[in-house]
T-cell receptor, first 112, second 110 residues
Framework: DVKVTQSSRYLVKRTGEKVFLECVQD?????MFWYRQDPGLGLRLIYF???????EKGDIPEGYSVSREKKERFSLILESASTNQTSMYLC???????????FGSGTRLTVV | ELKVEQNPLFLSMQEGKNYTIYCNYS?????LYWYRQDPGKSLESLFV?????AVKQEGRLMASLDTKARLSTLHITAAVHDLSATYFC??????????FGTGTSLTVIP
């Protein structure tokens, strides 16, 4: 079965910390995405990548960066965590074309 | 700016009843996706609609796409409790980038 694995289900971090959220897919997908989900706002695209070493900004990239050193791994980095980054973070991957996304189970991040 | 609007945002319905969730979007696209999310869980793919007039059905759910009206509907027939979840539509705005609606939280009451 196709899988997207996010390393942490729940995280609590302090303001100002550097935070790494990891996502690994085992489907040999080219495309990977990071979204955050907030009540009343749906899912918003933070960053995405179409290939190794490649990254593109989504709709809300401020305060975030990403890394894709290997095809199967796409990391989201919060350079200096702030309380307004408390959210559910969802990683997704896709073969591209008209195929939909496969989502990971999500990481609920709380910044205190 | 692309907008994807779902309505209603909250829906409480009795078991056995029918209802429709609407997804309107503001840009030209012929690819629309429906997802389901259970509380505390991730999103699960329900339907992929790839052309004008596309209709897909799975159990008590049926989705359709009208690209000219920029409208997709998710119709629920004879609702059961197991359908309680949040439903999202998503539009492919190009480059496999999906823009999601705000979601419809459905509660089916016995």
């Amino acid at each position: 079965d196709v899988k997207v694995t996010q390393s942490s289900r729940y995280l609590v971090k302090r303001t100002g910390e550097k935070v790494f959220l990891e996502c690994v897919q085992d489907m040999d997908h080219e495309n990977m995405f990071w979204y955050r989900q907030d009540p009343g706002l749906g899912l918003r695209l933070i960053y995405f990548s179409y290939d190794v070493k490649m990254k593109e900004k989504g709709d809300i990239p401020e305060g975030y960066s990403v890394s894709r050193e290997k095809k199967e791994r796409f990391s989201l980095i919060l350079e200096s965590a702030s309380t307004n980054q408390t959210s559910m973070y969802l990683c997704a991957s896709s073969l591209g074309g008209a195929v939909g996304y496969t989502f990971g189970s999500g990481t609920r991040l709380t910044v205190v | 700016e692309l907008k994807v609007e779902q309505n209603p945002l909250f829906l409480s319905m009795q078991e056995g009843k029918n209802y429709t969730i609407y997804c309107n979007y503001s840009t030209t696209s012929d690819r629309l996706y429906w997802y389901r999310q259970d509380p505390g869980k991730s999103l699960e793919s329900l339907f992929v609609l790839l052309s004008n007039g596309a209709v897909k059905q799975e159990g008590r759910l049926m989705a359709s796409l009208d690209t000219k009206a920029r409208l997709s509907t998710l119709h629920i027939t004879a609702a059961v409790h197991d359908l309680s979840a949040t439903y999202f539509c998503a539009v492919d705005r190009g480059g496999n980038q999906f823009y999601f609606g705000t979601g419809t939280s459905l509660t089916v009451i016995p």
